[in-house]
């Protein structure tokens, strides 16, 4: 198991387009230089012994990974997988923005760690992305918008965040129809989860109908208290007054 933080050199791997660093004890921020790489790469090296008195490396084809939600071998198709799975770590900070860079990539699974703020609000940059696994953090804000035109996406994960305001319904959205990808984010609202979301402008019709009520209120409270005070002296000389003829 690795522990320590995730080393800035990988980013002068120009070549790389597989970085699986999955179930590990890594800690620290997500560094921002990973956003540099345009191609992720992961090779796995197999030992055969060809003799007793030779051996050599050679390169494997074939790597099982975890592609939208499954553990999947790849073997032919190797070559053109893009992911990056930094999943079931101790990561915290925010997700950096210059991840938005990797147009190309294909997974990004950043779940089950201990990331903080928003969702990079131009992630609809990252076109290439199929997977989108962010569940199990502490990340907050709305879904940005821009999500939304990612039309390759097909599996996502936002499950068990802190997220608010409604969800996209737009393109890929309205195929989302699995609420339990949205939960425990319970200020999201919209479809397909139950809680209904408020439409802006009914709430704004709203506070204009309490601010209306309130200055009805605040008249009404205005005049009762005005009779009060010229009540007080009305009634107190005509009882006076009463007094002082029935005395004559």
Not at 83 to 109: A, F, M, V, Y
Request: proline letters at 5%.
């Amino acid at each position: 198991m690795l522990i320590g933080g995730i080393a800035v050199q990988l980013c002068h791997l120009s070549h790389l387009h597989i970085l699986d660093l999955a179930v590990n004890n890594l800690s620290g921020s997500i560094p921002q230089c990973l956003g540099n790489l345009n191609a992720l790469t992961s090779v796995a090296l197999l030992y055969r012994e060809i003799d007793d008195d030779t051996k050599h490396y050679e390169y494997s084809n074939d790597m099982e990974l975890v592609v939208k939600g499954q553990d999947m071998v790849f073997e032919r198709m190797l070559l053109i997988v893009k992911l990056i799975d930094l999943s079931s770590n101790n990561l915290w900070g925010e997700i950096p923005q210059e991840i938005i860079n990797l147009s190309k990539l294909g997974t990004l699974n950043l779940s089950r760690n201990q990331l903080i703020g928003k969702i990079p609000q131009k992630i609809g940059a990252m076109q290439g992305l199929e997977t989108l696994d962010l569940s199990c953090n502490h990340l907050s804000g709305p879904i940005p918008m821009s999500m939304a035109s990612i039309t390759s996406l097909s599996h996502l994960n936002l499950s068990h965040n802190l997220l608010s305001g409604p969800i996209p319904t737009t393109n890929q959205f309205s195929t989302f129809n699995d609420p339990s990808i949205y939960e425990a984010n319970l200020r999201l609202c919209g479809l397909p989860l139950s809680a209904n979301c408020t439409p802006p402008n009914n709430q704004n019709h709203k506070n204009d109908q309490d601010d209306k009520q309130d200055d009805e209120d605040g008249r009404y409270m205005t005049w009762f208290f005005l009779s009060i005070a010229m009540g007080f002296p009305v009634g107190f000389w005509a009882i006076c007054g009463s007094l002082a003829l029935n005395k004559s």
